[in-house]
Each structure stands twice: as structure tokens, then as C-alpha cells.
């Protein structure tokens, strides 16, 4: 079946510094692949998406590239900032399995000023 | 901007009883999703919901639930006879149609079940 893998967590940076946060996903033919994030007290909110290989998802100084050779979506940003803080699910969703998002396990990103 | 709104935000019940959470989809939407977090593990995916009937529901979506849409707005998942194990973070979803790759989740509710 269709799953997604995270890197373990959480992670903890200091203002400025890059971030990776890795995600593999397992599924047959060509999901539609996206990162979430959720800030404390708030709902699961759409960060960025891609749709087909190479597509690259931006948003928000966050980056990630659909790679189908290695199956891998892993979320970038070249400079985080405190008001980062929060939870990031990756997460995929192929048409056959109708519209559910399929969620790896979440990571915890802590940045400090 | 428009909200997926939960209540309660927190609900503790008995072994045994029932609980219904509670959901008010964005207004104009025609999806709905139950979800849930055990914690420590993944966001799982229970069931959807459109047209006022079950689209699509997991294996953990057994007879102990149930979903409905009883008015022109609210969305809500009744657990029967709950377990320790149905503790876990509930969110619902909602998006406008099924190609929309946008959903839109709200707060979600913790369940305690002692």
C-alpha cells in the first residue's frame, strides 16, 4: 500500500540555519505528493505541492522537489526563522485511493533566536 | 479568511460510552474528512464523506463509527462504546471538490478515553 516516511524528530535550529527535513514515500504510478504544517493550537494548513515529477513546490522560503527516481519530497529552506516553529507533515495522495492524504509521521521543528 | 472549525477541543469520557465530535466544514465545500493522530503516531485517514454518503473509509472505520451531516452545516463522527485506544487527536477536513488538492483542516479535538 501507499506509505510515507520521515526523517526522526524533532529537529532544533538556530535562527538562519538551513533546513532539511527528508521524506520518502512508497506508492505505485504517480501520486500527488505535499507538505503540511501545523502551528500549536491551529489545524493541519497546506505548506506547498507537487503533482508530477521534477515539479518543484514553493511557498513561503520553502522548497521541495518531487524526485520519482528516488521517491523522495524533501522539504528545504535556506534560512528559518523563529516564527517557523512548528509540526511538518509530509503527506501523499494518489487518485485511485480517491482524495485521502496519506501522512508520514510528522517532525517537530524547534528554532531558536 | 474561512475556518474548518472543531468542537470541544478537548473531550474525556469512560471506557464504554458514547461521544459524537463535532465539525462546521468551510461553507461552500462539498468534502469532508474524519482523520485521526494517535499519539506519538501518523495523521490516519478514517473516512469521507460527499453527497451526504460515505465516498471512502479506512479499515479502522469499523461499526464502532459513524458520520453524518445533519444540517447544512455541521459534520460529526459518533464513536460508540469507546476504547483506551480511541484516545488520539481528531481533525476534520474539508475541501470545495475532489480535484481540489487543498484540504482544509481544522483544530482538531483530543479524545481521552479512561
Known amino acids: 500500500g501507499n506509505s510515507v516516511t520521515q526523517m526522526e524528530g524533532p529537529v532544533t535550529l538556530s535562527e538562519e540555519a538551513f533546513l532539511t527535513i527528508n521524506c520518502t514515500y512508497t506508492a505505485t504510478g504517480y501520486p500527488s505528493l505535499f507538505w503540511y504544517v501545523q502551528y500549536p493550537g491551529e489545524g493541519l494548513q497546506l505548506l506547498l505541492k507537487a503533482t508530477k515529477a521534477d515539479d518543484k513546490g514553493s511557498n513561503k522560503g520553502f522548497e521541495a522537489t518531487y524526485r520519482k527516481e528516488t521517491t523522495s519530497f524533501h522539504l528545504e529552506k535556506g534560512s528559518v526563522q523563529v516564527s517557523d516553529s512548528a509540526v511538518y507533515f509530509c503527506?501523499?495522495?494518489?487518485?485511485?485511493?480517491?482524495?485521502?492524504?496519506?501522512f508520514g509521521e510528522g517532525t517537530q521543528l524547534t528554532v531558536n533566536p | 479568511e474561512p475556518e474548518v472549525t472543531q468542537t470541544p477541543s478537548h473531550q474525556v469520557t469512560q471506557m464504554g460510552q458514547e461521544v459524537i465530535l463535532r465539525c462546521v466544514p468551510i461553507?461552500?465545500?462539498?468534502?469532508f474528512y474524519w482523520y485521526r493522530q494517535i499519539l506519538g503516531q501518523k495523521v490516519e485517514f478514517l473516512v469521507s464523506?460527499?453527497?451526504?454518503?460515505?465516498?471512502?473509509k479506512s479499515e479502522i472505520f469499523d461499526d464502532q463509527f459513524s458520520v453524518e451531516r445533519p444540517d447544512g452545516s455541521n459534520f460529526t463522527l459518533k464513536i460508540r462504546s469507546t476504547k483506551l485506544e480511541d484516545s488520539a487527536m481528531y481533525f476534520c477536513?474539508?475541501?470545495?471538490?475532489?480535484?481540489?488538492?487543498?484540504?482544509?483542516f481544522g483544530p482538531g479535538t483530543r479524545l481521552t478515553v479512561t
Open positions: 464523506f460527499y453527497n451526504n454518503e460515505i465516498s471512502e
Open positions: 477536513a474539508s475541501n470545495r471538490d475532489r480535484s481540489s488538492y487543498e484540504q482544509y
Open positions: 461553507s461552500n465545500h462539498l468534502y
Open positions: 503527506a501523499l495522495r494518489k487518485e485511485t485511493s480517491g482524495s485521502r492524504l496519506t
